[in-house]
């Protein structure tokens, strides 16, 4: 067993005191640090670039080159950038996954996995179909129809994580709300590892949810294989989901446009806000849980000054038997801060700044500080809601913003998988009612073929 560190001096954990002097510009430092920006690359990976070609560039400009070769030779370049990239060795024909190494990995699935997935997938699927928009019609005065309709669509891209560990769950919480809309074709890509489209526990998720088309690709290869398509091998898709690193982000961004994406995702954010009530050692698990993604964002808000070194405490002890204590140390290192405030409403408004992915709201009377707070990708209120049940077994997705953008952004649902259009279907009384006010407004853009459209109509 590891060796438990001595005090919390061990962890060196921002600490912020928001109630001094400086402290905005040390939260606004703290919200820009893992915002995928594109333009921080660590060495090892100015190395790979040099290496695969020949030159220093930004991310930005790789996901560029990617895309842009993945668009002109299709199959050839994913092969060459899964060789160069991935160090796999890969044929066209062994791109795609063939069913009965999906059949293979299902039936050797342990029977309590399966029930859990079954499980999970009908606590996902009921939620998802709960929230699911439905057509709208309103009837018009002289007696004609406006509707709103909602439909599938046709064909959706996924992109499963695969570098430091396998995520049967983001499977999950990405396919399970595309059924639920009615979505028929679903193609699910993650990198030819171990962890990625290799991994049996992750085929026999894609299998149990009757997914058959699944590839091994990943990163910007693999995003631009969905978005413009690899001849005789599969079609380009309408929407790319699901996480990823940062060129999977920054290739998302790149494709936007010819395809829908969910949303430019950097690392994984935790916010607890916590007082007196709160558990430490609860507080500490929940901030870890986070780190532990490596890298991740963990910070803590309190009025409750004596709360801060507690969890300091914790975090030190609980870091020391935790099997990714490293990986979390090093995020909570990098990435995280113990954060005070002057009282309760001021924690709210950093919560609100900071516009964080997960926020938890560990205090008393959650619910009075829920109306406090608007900016989250999704909210976890009182001690027995940890983020975790958020990320497996709730209901809603787990694909949420990060970086901030939850000021704007929303999580992925159903609803993100639909397409809208209105249905007008006015009456002639309609349009005599209407018609003088459509003209008026034509005339007065210029546009007389406009008026001419509805007064031709209307002569006697």
Same mark, same amino acid.
């Given at each position: 067993?590891? &060796?438990?560190?001595?005090?919390?001096?061990?962890?060196?954990?921002?600490?912020?005191?928001?109630?001094?002097?400086?402290?905005?510009?040390?939260?606004?430092?703290?919200?820009?640090?893992?915002?995928?920006?594109?333009?921080?690359?660590?060495?090892?990976?100015?190395?790979?670039?040099?290496?695969?070609?020949?030159?220093?560039?930004?991310?930005?400009?790789?996901?560029?080159?990617?895309?842009?070769?993945?668009?002109?030779?299709?199959?050839?370049?994913?092969?060459?950038?899964?060789?160069?990239?991935?160090?796999?060795?890969?044929?066209?024909?062994?791109?795609?996954?063939?069913?009965?190494?999906?059949?293979a990995a299902h039936a050797a699935a342990a029977p309590e996995f399966l029930d859990t997935l079954r499980r999970l997938r009908a606590n996902i699927h009921t939620f998802?179909?709960?929230?699911?928009?439905?057509?709208?019609?309103?009837? %018009?005065?002289?007696?004609?129809?406006?509707?709103?309709?909602? /439909?599938?669509?046709?064909?959706?891209?996924?992109?499963?994580?695969?570098?430091?560990?396998?995520?049967?769950?983001?499977?999950?919480?990405?396919?399970?709300?595309?059924?639920?809309?009615?979505?028929?074709?679903?193609?699910?890509?993650?990198?030819?590892?171990?962890?990625?489209?290799?991994?049996?526990?992750?085929?026999?998720?894609?299998?149990?949810?009757?997914?058959?088309?699944?590839?091994?690709?990943?990163?910007?290869?693999?995003?631009?294989?969905?978005?413009?398509?690899?001849?005789?091998?599969?079609?380009?898709?309408?929407?790319?989901?699901?996480?990823? &690193?940062?060129?999977?982000?920054?290739?998302?961004?790149?494709?936007?446009?010819?395809?829908?994406?969910?949303?430019?995702?950097?690392?994984?954010?935790?916010?607890?806000?916590?007082?007196?009530? %709160?558990?430490?050692?609860?507080?500490?698990?929940?901030?870890?849980?986070?780190?532990?993604?490596?890298?991740?964002?963990?910070? /803590?808000?309190?009025?409750?000054?004596?709360?801060?070194?507690?969890?300091?405490?914790? /975090?030190?002890?609980?870091?020391?038997?935790?099997?990714?204590?490293?990986?979390?140390?090093?995020?909570?290192?990098?990435?995280?801060?113990?954060?005070?405030?002057?009282?309760?409403?001021?924690?709210?408004?950093?919560?609100?700044?900071?516009?964080?992915?997960?926020?938890?709201?560990?205090?008393?009377?959650?619910?009075?500080?829920?109306?406090?707070?608007?900016?989250?990708?999704?909210?976890?209120?009182?001690?027995?809601?940890?983020?975790?049940?958020?990320?497996?077994?709730?209901?809603?997705?787990?694909?949420?913003? %990060?970086?901030?953008?939850?000021?704007?952004?929303?999580?992925?649902?159903?609803?993100?998988?639909?397409?809208?259009?209105?249905?007008?279907?006015?009456?002639?009384?309609?349009?005599?009612?209407?018609?003088?006010?459509?003209?008026?407004?034509?005339?007065?853009?210029?546009?007389?073929?406009?008026?001419a459209a509805v007064t031709l109509r209307l002569a006697p």
């Amino acid at each position: 067993m590891p &060796n438990q560190p001595s005090a919390a001096a061990a962890l060196r954990v921002e600490r912020i005191d928001a109630r001094l002097a400086g402290a905005a510009e040390k939260l606004e430092a703290l919200r820009r640090k893992l915002a995928p920006s594109g333009d921080v690359v660590s060495e090892a990976g100015r190395r790979k670039t040099i290496e695969v070609f020949g030159e220093p560039l930004s991310p930005v400009q790789v996901v560029e080159r990617i895309c842009g070769d993945v668009r002109a030779r299709g199959v050839r370049a994913v092969l060459e950038y899964t060789h160069k990239l991935d160090g796999a060795e890969l044929a066209a024909e062994s791109l795609r996954v063939p069913p009965h190494e999906l059949q293979a990995a299902h039936a050797a699935a342990a029977p309590e996995f399966l029930d859990t997935l079954r499980r999970l997938r009908a606590n996902i699927h009921t939620f998802q179909s709960a929230i699911l928009h439905h057509d709208v019609e309103v009837a %018009t005065a002289g007696g004609g129809t406006l509707r709103q309709r909602y /439909l599938p669509l046709d064909r959706v891209g996924v992109c499963v994580p695969g570098g430091a560990a396998a995520y049967p769950s983001t499977v999950l919480m990405t396919v399970v709300p595309a059924q639920a809309a009615g979505v028929k074709e679903i193609a699910v890509v993650a990198p030819p590892t171990k962890f990625g489209s290799y991994n049996q526990d992750l085929l026999a998720t894609c299998h149990e949810l009757g997914v058959t088309e699944v590839y091994r690709m990943g990163g910007a290869q693999a995003v631009a294989a969905l978005a413009y398509g690899l001849q005789g091998l599969t079609p380009r898709v309408d929407k790319i989901v699901g996480p990823g &690193n940062l060129f999977v982000a920054l290739a998302k961004r790149h494709v936007y446009g010819e395809v829908d994406i969910d949303s430019i995702a950097g690392p994984s954010e935790v916010i607890v806000v916590a007082d007196a009530t %709160t558990p430490a050692s609860y507080a500490a698990a929940d901030l870890i849980a986070q780190a532990e993604h490596a890298p991740g964002s963990s910070v /803590l808000i309190t009025w409750h000054e004596p709360l801060v070194e507690q969890v300091a405490q914790q /975090l030190a002890a609980q870091l020391a038997l935790s099997p990714r204590g490293d990986l979390a140390r090093q995020s909570l290192e990098s990435f995280g801060a113990l954060v005070t405030a002057r009282d309760r409403e001021h924690a709210a408004a950093i919560a609100e700044l900071l516009a964080t992915e997960h926020l938890h709201l560990a205090c008393e009377d959650p619910q009075e500080m829920l109306g406090r707070i608007r900016s989250a990708g999704a909210v976890f209120l009182g001690p027995y809601s940890p983020v975790p049940v958020g990320d497996y077994a709730a209901g809603p997705s787990h694909v949420l913003p %990060t970086g901030a953008t939850a000021r704007f952004a929303s999580g992925l649902s159903s609803n993100d998988f639909l397409r809208s259009n209105s249905v007008i279907h006015w009456s002639e009384a309609d349009l005599r009612q209407n018609a003088a006010d459509i003209v008026r407004i034509a005339e007065k853009e210029g546009l007389a073929a406009h008026a001419a459209a509805v007064t031709l109509r209307l002569a006697p």
